[in-house]
């Protein structure tokens, strides 16, 4: 059996449980896993298809608590953050790509918690924009999950609208990825079990929401994403040398 399948429908499973747990933090599993069994040249474009699941479960679940607004704003500037990022994705080497992920990866599990106010109309646009850029190059964004923990909104608010946000952002961003020539028929097998684990992991962990320690998942979370950081920084320096 193929290791990668195994790997990321695995993967895709427990990011789907812990999304739907705590809102957010599953996008870090999913990439992790692609990265350690993938070319980080198709695990970062990949990371669309395989959260399509999850996602489309998430919003399914916590329909009734999105907040269209918010939507609706965040998705104007993906189109701009989508269309520059993908251009600069597949310009990059996979040292530059490895290394730069590491960075990212450290940088948003210890930015510090606080309070962001920006001082504009329409905040979530510019959300929008940096996210999906971030996210395109990247596979992972980060801005959006904070700033939404930020806000007023409530935990199943918080669910619901952070999946509204990146599903129709992972359309995008697939669409980017087509146009300049990478192809998703190769990994149809995995784009399919992350599908189906996707679900089951979503209905888990929506009735183990209120069941599991927030502040222990944290704090383990975070130590494994920085070790996993380490060592894509340390593997694109390998591979620049």
């Not at 990011?15 to 350690?36: D, E, K």
């Not at 919003?59 to 993906?78: K, L, N, P, S």
Request: with cysteine; net charge positive; hydrophobic share 55%.
């Amino acid at each position: 059996m193929d290791t990668a399948f195994v790997v990321i429908t695995l993967a895709s499973l427990i990011a789907s449980f812990v999304n739907a747990a705590f809102a957010t933090g599953g996008v870090y599993i999913l990439l992790i896993a692609s990265v350690s069994v993938l070319p980080i040249s198709a695990a970062v474009p990949l990371q669309s298809a395989f959260a399509a699941g999850s996602l489309s479960a998430r919003i399914y679940y916590f329909w009734r608590h999105i907040d269209w607004r918010i939507v609706r704003t965040f998705v104007v500037g993906c189109l701009f953050g989508v269309y520059f990022g993908t251009r600069t994705f597949v310009v990059l080497p996979d040292a530059v790509i490895s290394t730069a992920l590491g960075c990212v990866l450290l940088v948003l599990i210890w930015l510090p918690k606080g309070r962001i106010n920006i001082p504009l109309r329409h905040p979530f646009f510019l959300v929008g924009v940096t996210h999906s850029f971030l996210g395109a190059m990247f596979g992972v964004g980060g801005v959006l999950q904070p700033l939404l923990l930020r806000t007023d909104l409530l935990k199943l608010q918080v669910t619901g609208t952070l999946a509204a946000c990146l599903l129709t952002l992972d359309v995008m961003k697939v669409t980017g990825y087509v146009s300049f020539g990478f192809s998703y028929f190769d990994y149809i097998p995995h784009i399919i079990g992350a599908t189906l684990a996707g679900f089951v992991g979503t209905s888990l962990g929506k009735r183990a929401t209120h069941h599991v320690s927030e502040t222990l998942f944290r704090r383990v979370f975070r130590i494994l994403v920085s070790l996993i950081a380490l060592r894509l920084i340390y593997k694109g320096l390998t591979l620049a040398s």
